[in-house]
């Protein structure tokens, strides 16, 4: 069982979101607040498995220099462009 001290400004507006039927108990508040907070964490996660890859593959020199990479990309937009 987790117990938390929420402090007065945080217990009042659980208590008022019970109190006016936003939610059925103070534990569906908590469980609701901690499922906001896992949707907001998840592409924090995805982004920084990405970076870790990224890391291993520049520390491992699967990596392109910046100047290949730029004139590719101005290749193809100048295609699609019809330049």
Known sequence: MISADLGDELEAFVAKL???????????????????????????????????????????GRTKPADAVFDRLEAKYRSVAGE
């Open 18 to 60: 019970v109190e006016t039927g936003r939610n059925n108990s103070e534990s569906e508040v908590l469980r609701e607040g901690v499922r906001c907070v896992q949707a907001h964490e998840a592409p924090l996660a995805a982004l920084d498995a990405s970076i870790e890859r990224g890391a291993a593959d520049a520390g491992s």
